[in-house]
């Protein structure tokens, strides 16, 4: 199942994903880019706010919790070779991840961003002029 195209709202990567990723030399500017087609309907829906997109010429599976329009998470990496699929009981995991982020407030998420738990990455200038819109000063 695809996805419905939306704009791109304010996108995070997670610690842990940030280390999974740099592992797999895949930087920033590839994350954007699968995070722009993911708005463009290119991606798989797991469902509850969890979409499922391929990463790194194939090779590699990105886990993003996006169930607001505020904020997207990519919150976990995993190499094709190695699992071919999440379990139902992470999925489960990623669904009740994907409620917590949509109802983040302001200065919750300065606080992860403050501890580096989540690191900000996709804000170039045309992003910033969408941000303003999500409630960003």
């Known amino acids: 199942?695809?996805?419905?195209?939306?704009l791109l709202p304010r996108c995070?990567?997670?610690k842990y994903f940030a280390k999974?990723?740099?592992?797999?030399?895949i930087d920033d500017e590839e994350l954007c880019r699968t995070l722009k087609d993911l708005s463009a309907g290119k991606g798989t829906d797991l469902g509850g706010g969890v979409f499922k997109k391929r990463l790194n010429e194939n090779r590699h599976r990105s886990i993003i919790v996006a169930k607001s329009d505020d904020y997207w998470v990519l919150e976990f990496l995993f190499g094709k070779k190695h699992t071919?699929?999440?379990?139902?009981?992470?999925?489960?995991g990623f669904r009740t991840l994907a409620d917590t982020y949509a109802v983040l407030k302001t200065d919750q998420l300065a606080?992860?961003?403050?501890?580096?738990?989540?690191?900000?990455?996709?804000n170039e200038p045309?992003?910033?002029?969408?941000?303003?819109?999500?409630?960003?000063a």
Do not use: W, Y
């Open 111 to 122: 606080k992860l961003l403050e501890d580096q738990a989540l690191k900000e990455i996709c």
């Open 1 to 6: 199942m695809s996805v419905t195209p939306r």
């Open 12 to 14: 995070f990567k997670t």
């Open 84 to 92: 071919e699929n999440i379990t139902s009981a992470a999925l489960d």
């Open 20 to 25: 999974q990723a740099r592992k797999a030399n």
């Open 126 to 136: 045309t992003h910033n002029n969408q941000t303003a819109e999500h409630g960003k």
